[in-house]
């Protein structure tokens, strides 16, 4: 179908050749003829517009997908290598190449041993790959990522911690292998986008970091099963494309600024923990109930004054902790059922903050009745000014001569 070629065309020419005749035949006949006009749905042109740009950004995705998978990226890795190697002296260099080197099993065959000896030295061996495939840096001496990291992209694992590393490094996609990336406690204000690429990704903790937003490109690392963004202050607000972690169980967005449950958060299926505690949540969603195989469930120190009845259709559920401050309305089913434990937090304040507070509290009541005090005197004051600028103003009008200035004058008498 061409909505705008041909055809179109076509039908308008032959349109026109049937009317211009009986016009010229004659005036009523022509204005008494039927004429068709084409009609054409916007709905399929669109339809097929939308069909070829997803054509193409599949087209473009296998592009570049073609391209990290090439040798090229491989063998500018090798070269850039070298290059940096020959910056440093042999002693580095040596050195480098003994960081670098990786522990492989051999297939040769091993002498006869008793069988707890080799099952001691199957272990020992395993520990020393799993080292070699894991990153550790800790300490606030780190600034940066050390260099010769973007050539060792055979690691599985990541563990940075209390460091000042403020951003991931651009090289993050070429670690392939990643599955298991725990940088908390260091200074980090953004994830990039391109670690949507970390497919393979199984754990992610940035806890206690300076994230406000977290990428929508994470939604593509659908194996991820836990994932930890606690106190990160900023942060409010999760991107509805992490809806696609289906394989996710164990959620933990504690000590930030939601409002409200994501929406991405109830469309996990497969979640088992979700802590949402010390947040600014003042209610909770009536459809909670879609998490069918949530088992522990943290909402305290939040502005919670009541739970919803859905909790109780959660069969698997078997822990709730919520604060007892504030909440004055519970689901008996809930608090009551002996497969739950509910468990109820009270701050447990010492005598001297308890009478801190209280005086706190007092002090801003008599703050709050200062203020209404003041602003409801402020009202009075304004309407007795307006009234007496009208009434002076009114008698001005039967007077011959105005005032060059006048003052107003109160004056209170005492009885």
């Known amino acids: 179908m061409k909505p705008f070629g041909g055809s179109g065309l076509k039908l308008c020419s032959s349109i026109l050749d049937q009317t211009i005749p009986s016009y010229r035949g004659g005036a009523d006949m022509g204005l008494l003829r039927k004429v068709d006009v084409p009609v054409y749905d916007l709905s399929l042109i669109r339809g097929i517009w939308e069909v070829r740009v997803k054509k193409q950004r599949q087209k473009q995705k296998k592009e570049q997908e073609r391209v990290e998978k090439s040798a090229l990226a491989r063998i500018d890795q090798e070269w850039q290598y070298r290059i940096y190697c020959k910056t440093l002296k042999s002693d580095e260099r040596n050195l480098l190449h003994h960081y670098l080197e990786r522990t492989t099993l051999t297939n040769t065959i091993q002498p006869y041993t008793d069988g707890d000896e080799q099952d001691q030295k199957d272990e020992q061996e395993q520990k020393d790959v799993e080292q070699k495939l894991t990153l550790q840096l800790n300490g606030d001496r780190w600034m940066d990522f050390p260099r010769e990291l973007q050539w060792m992209t055979y690691l599985r694992e990541w563990h940075v ?22 940088i908390p406690k260091n200074a980090i204000a953004e994830l990039p986008p391109e670690i949507g690429k970390l497919t393979g990704l199984r754990e992610l903790n ?55 449950i994501p929406i991405c958060a109830l469309r996990m299926s497969s979640l088992q923990l979700l802590d949402l505690s010390n947040n600014k949540l003042s209610d909770l969603p009536q459809d909670m109930d879609r998490l069918e195989q949530l088992v522990t469930l943290f909402i305290h120190k939040n502005n919670l004054s009541y739970l919803p009845h859905c909790l109780t259709k959660i069969s698997t559920l078997k822990m709730i902790v919520v604060s007892g401050d504030e909440l004055n309305c519970i689901p008996t089913r809930l608090c009551s059922n002996p497969d739950i434990k509910f468990i109820r937090l009270y701050d447990n304040m010492s005598e001297e903050k308890k009478k801190k507070k209280k005086e706190e509290e007092e002090k801003k009541k008599k703050e709050k009745w200062r203020r209404w005090r003041e602003q409801r005197e402020e009202e009075v004051k304004d309407g007795s000014e307006k009234e007496f600028i009208e009434a002076y103003v009114s008698s001005l009008k039967d007077r011959d001569t105005i005032p060059y200035a006048t003052t107003k004058v109160t004056i209170s008498c005492l009885m």
Do not use: M, W
Request: negative net charge; charged residues 25%; glycine residues 4%.
């Open 161 to 182: 911690r209390g460091t000042r590393i403020r951003q991931l490094p651009d090289y993050l996609p070429l670690f392939t292998q990643l599955s298991v990336l725990e």
């Open 206 to 260: 940035v806890s206690y970091n300076r994230l406000s937003k977290v990428p929508p490109e994470l939604g593509n690392c659908e194996n991820l099963e836990r994932l930890e963004l606690t106190g990160n202050y900023n942060l409010s607000e999760l991107p509805f494309e992490l809806s696609s972690l289906k394989q996710l169980v164990h959620l933990d967005i504690a000590e930030n600024r939601f409002v409200s």
